[in-house]
């Protein structure tokens, strides 16, 4: 029955997986997917993505399957496997397909937040290389540049501006001009003294 949910995974489970949980962890280590578990009732249900190392149930929700065409027993299904998670300590959290596909970035920091209050502090999703990044910043005393990025890390320029885009999802640097059309520099944004010393 899990090899079927498995092959049944469709657009949602992907733009999850690649839009929201990759930016924010940066890996897909721990990650099981359509995790099996019974309910309060003895029925099996199953969670899109669940991440064991926090246990949270990541799901990926569509309009139509979970809100427009939804029976009432279905419905009453639904509850019964929100609530039996709750008893198995997986906390539940849904992202409906047009929020991950028009608001990306308010998932992910949504997300990033949930790892920050309940995943044992926010320095654990940081790479090696975004930690890198940040240590180089607080030497620097200033603004960083793209060059500034790519000599840190000895990268490439793409893969230098995804580090850095990481880092601005996860609130840790911001563009240093608000609203430009093409970002130059970003500085710290003043909350993450902890990494000075690290």
Not at 59 to 79: L, M, W, Y
Not at 169 to 192: C, F, M, Q, W
Request: aromatic content about 10%; charged content about 30%.
């Amino acid at each position: 029955m899990r090899l079927e949910q498995l092959n049944k995974q469709g657009e949602g489970e992907r733009k999850l997986l690649a839009d929201i949980i990759w930016p924010v962890r940066g890996s897909f280590e721990g990650i099981e997917l359509e995790k099996e578990f019974y309910t309060l009732t003895g029925v099996k249900a199953y969670i899109d993505a669940f991440d064991e190392r926090v246990s949270f149930g990541l799901e990926s929700e569509g309009f139509v399957p979970h809100a427009e065409n939804i029976t009432r027993p279905r419905f009453d299904f639904e509850k019964v496997r929100i609530r039996s998670m709750g008893a198995l300590g997986i906390l539940f959290i849904p992202f409906s397909f047009d929020e991950m596909d028009k608001k990306p970035d308010l998932c992910r920091r949504n997300l990033y937040e949930m790892y920050g209050k309940f995943g044992g502090g926010a320095e654990t999703l940081l790479s090696p290389s975004e930690k890198e990044i940040l240590r180089h910043m607080h030497v620097l005393g200033r603004p960083i540049r793209m060059r500034d990025a790519e000599m840190c890390l000895a990268a490439s320029h793409d893969y230098c501006l995804g580090v850095l885009r990481g880092l601005v999802i996860k609130n840790y640097i911001r563009p240093s001009r608000e609203g430009a059309i093409r970002v130059h520099t970003y500085e710290l944004v003043d909350n993450n003294s902890s990494l000075r010393s690290r």
